[in-house]
Nanobody
């Protein structure tokens, strides 16, 4: 099992940056594929970015490609999401999630979830 705790959310003006972190417990974190999802009020949870176990392969939603960067440090059991050029439409509750076998873009394929961290981008 793994427990996930997100941090780094907050209020930022459009065009600004935030860095989200996902801290994991457990000695086998390096075996998990990790993804970030987000959910805005009244909307479904959507895929943002994912990373493989070694950090070599990443994937992004088209809406964040070129602005967000996902990375991981297995020695520190953390996965980060650097968010630049933020837009009001990026406002949402951001979650990290983990699973074995492969990264996917479908929320219900992930077994482990954090509680989320709020990101609010003002115009």
């Amino acid at each position: 099992q793994v427990q996930l705790v997100e941090s780094g959310g907050g209020l930022v003006q459009a065009g600004g940056s935030l860095r989200l972190s996902c801290a994991a417990s457990g000695r086998t974190f390096s075996k998990y594929f990790v993804a970030w999802f987000r959910q805005a009020p009244g909307k479904e949870r959507e895929f943002v970015a994912s990373i493989d176990t070694g950090g070599d392969s990443t994937a992004y939603a088209d809406s964040v490609k070129g602005r967000f960067t996902i990375s991981r440090d297995n020695a520190k059991n953390t996965v980060n999401l650097q968010m630049n050029s933020l837009k009001p439409e990026d406002t949402a509750l951001y979650y990290c999630a983990a699973r074995y076998y492969a990264a996917t873009r479908t929320p219900n394929t992930y077994r482990y979830w954090g509680q989320g961290t709020q990101v609010t981008v003002s115009s």
